[in-house]
């Protein structure tokens, strides 16, 4: 199943375990993923009593589990801690945090309560002794626990690459894998500042692919990566000016080279061309001009700002949570299978 070291009490910054998953491949143990472990002895609530631990725990880059160990009746309970994904994706952090483990048997999705508490609902993994020492039942704990490492990875990975949103299952069972599907919640309308992060990002990405696509042969493609970089680009200038990579050229790489040439050049026989973004700003005054583009934007121009709170999920029953009020932020959620 993987590995696990104790850190030492020196230290101890917050977390009790760093531990791994690994996969066998031939006599070899292959890990195929990182996480820790906070360990308590009781299942009172976890209190993260400043603003400062709450920032360590909602920005802890991979996957963090709460572990209760029930020594008197032998029990070993394991939490997950998506209320952390939570916090982060709502943009601003609380000033303390309480994550109240529970003893159920079914969990269910997050429930808003006022920002700073959250249940952690039914553990996900919950053994006796004689379950630990059963090769059987391990195996069979082993992937119930995989299945929530990889939530908890997707959801480090969004964050990382600042989309204000996360996922998990809309209720599960303790010791089984939840269903193919997962509700999201995400901020729908949040601050601009809370953007930063998304914009240099999707922006990195699109000019990457774009400039694969291009040499694959998908113009097409490439060229509507360009305008979405181009776009970012011009009206989020001041995230792109300190770096060297966009320091100096709206559009670097192969997409910039790809899309700005070739436009060019089909410009070439219409005068002169030397600028170089020439070709790529007629496109974009063409789109702008166009009278469905320009209806489509005088239309729906109301959309801004007036996101509304809700949670759906494809393919389960009912709503998962209750959401942050208009007076609480923006929020608007939508269900995916994994």
């Not at 400043?50 to 939490?79: G, H, M, Q, S």
Request: charged share 25%; net charge negative; proline share 5%.
């Amino acid at each position: 199943m993987g590995h696990g070291d104790p850190v030492r009490l020196q230290d101890d910054y917050g977390v009790d375990l760093y531990c791994t998953l690994s996969d066998r491949v031939g006599h070899r143990a292959v890990v195929s993923d990182y996480f820790v472990v906070q360990v308590k002895s009781t299942t009172d609530p976890w209190t993260l009593g400043d603003k400062t631990a709450v920032e360590w725990l909602v920005k802890y880059p991979t996957p963090l589990f709460l572990a209760c160990v029930d020594k008197k009746n032998a029990i070993l309970r394991v939490y997950h801690v998506t209320p952390r994904f939570y916090v982060r994706a709502m943009g601003k952090l609380p000033n303390r945090l309480v994550l109240k483990p529970g003893q159920e048997i079914d969990g269910k999705f997050i429930e808003w309560q006022n920002g700073e508490e959250f249940s952690l609902s039914a553990p996900i993994i919950q053994a006796t002794i004689a379950d630990l020492i059963s090769a059987e039942k391990l195996d069979a704990l082993e992937k119930v626990f995989k299945f929530w490492v990889q939530i908890d990875r997707e959801n480090c990975d969004l964050a990382r690459q600042g989309l204000l949103r996360f996922r998990m299952p809309p209720s599960y069972r303790v010791n089984q894998r939840p269903d193919g599907f997962v509700g999201e919640i995400g901020y729908a309308a949040p601050e601009a500042e809370f953007l930063d992060r998304g914009i240099l990002t999707t922006a990195e990405g699109a000019e990457c692919i774009g400039g694969q696509l291009a040499r694959l042969g998908d113009l097409g493609g490439a060229l509507r990566a360009a305008l979405l970089v181009d776009h970012l680009r011009k009206n989020h200038d001041h995230l792109f000016k300190d770096l060297p990579r966009w320091s100096r050229v709206r559009l670097p790489g192969d997409l910039g080279m790809i899309i700005c040439e070739g436009l060019n050049k089909a410009l070439s026989e219409e005068g002169d061309s030397n600028y170089l973004y020439r070709g790529i700003e007629e496109i974009e005054k063409a789109l702008d001009s166009n009278p469905l583009v320009k209806q489509f934007l005088a239309t729906n121009s109301t959309i801004v700002g007036t996101a509304t709170s809700g949670s759906t999920f494809n393919g389960t029953v009912g709503a998962a949570s209750s959401v942050p009020t208009a007076n609480d932020t923006n929020n608007n959620s939508e269900g995916v299978p994994v």
